[in-house]
């Protein structure tokens, strides 16, 4: 009978340990042009591909491993593949790409996300914003129900202030039929789009969290700020003055928010209710 242990060397062929038990890290210096790069995956034996799991199962270590991601010959090979050499140049440009993305690109583009209220669609930065959550019971508070507040609804086990950003804004009612407008954007009066809003601001004495329904979440966009223009007296006038831009987005209108009057406005109005 075979030796388990010969099997293994035989189907196996580990390189020589380091002295730290893997590759030797290179220094800068000794990248060149000239050097035979480290073998990859693809120059070895892939023993996982013909005798392991995805092969015949015949390789007699997969009694002891179970599974050819256990072997130490697929360890090694995945430490040979993110070992090996870079192209001369090939750090440097991707270095180059990445901080042109980062300190010019994000400075011209604003995180937005899109939902619909009645029939206008707004947006509001994401910094603002914490999650967005199906709709749930909202439990009226006595004497202080009205207005603006709607009561309080849990969310993840806590009790939330469930807020109308609707009467706030001066938003009127859905219309009765839908608009045909913007084809499968506009849906009134659907249920299963509804979806409620968690947005949160850092207070004076702790955080400010806010719950507000809506009726459609279109999702989280990236918006060039060289697109969006001044509001216009098209905007509804109680709105307006919480909005601080407007930009096209699929054939509708998108105002954004000013996450700090809009705020502001939510909590002048719980208080005085």
């Known amino acids: 009978m075979n030796d388990p242990s010969s099997v293994h060397a035989a189907h196996h062929p580990v390189p020589p340990p380091t002295a730290q038990g893997g590759p030797a890290p290179c220094a800068p210096e ?3 042009a000239h050097l035979p790069p480290v073998a990859a995956p693809a120059d070895r034996e892939e023993c996982w591909r013909r005798i392991g799991v995805t092969g015949d199962r015949s390789c007699r270590e997969l009694e002891t491993y179970i599974h050819c991601r256990n072997c130490p010959v ?14 001369i140049g090939y750090l440097e440009s991707w270095s180059g790409i990445i901080e042109e993305r980062g300190t010019r690109r994000d400075q011209e583009v604003v995180s937005v996300l899109v939902f619909r209220l009645a029939d206008e669609w707004l ?6 914003l914490v999650e967005v959550t199906k709709v749930r019971r909202c439990h ?9 507040l709607e009561g ?9 202030l469930c807020v109308s950003a609707q009467r706030l804004l001066g938003i009127e009612e859905a219309a009765a039929e839908p608009r045909a407008a913007t084809g499968d954007l506009i849906r009134v009066v659907d249920p299963e789009l509804r979806r409620l809003l968690v947005v949160e601001r850092q207070g004076r004495h702790g955080p400010d969290r806010w719950v507000f329904p809506v009726e459609q979440v279109a999702g ?6 060289a697109t969006l223009r001044a509001v216009p007296a098209t905007v509804s006038q109680s709105g307006a003055r919480f909005c601080q831009a ?10 954004i928010l000013d996450e700090t009057r809009f705020l502001d406005g939510l909590k002048d109005q719980v208080r005085s209710t």
């Open 140 to 148: 009226r508070v006595p004497h202080r129900t009205g207005g603006v």
């Open 152 to 160: 309080l609804v849990n969310i993840r086990g806590q009790l939330q």
């Open 30 to 32: 000794q990248i060149d």
């Open 220 to 225: 989280v966009f990236r918006v060039d700020q």
């Open 123 to 128: 947006a509001l930065p994401t910094t603002a």
């Open 74 to 87: 697929m360890a090694d090979a995945a430490r040979a593949f993110f070992d090996r050499l870079a192209p």
């Open 246 to 255: 407007l930009f096209d987005w699929q054939g509708v209108i998108v105002g």
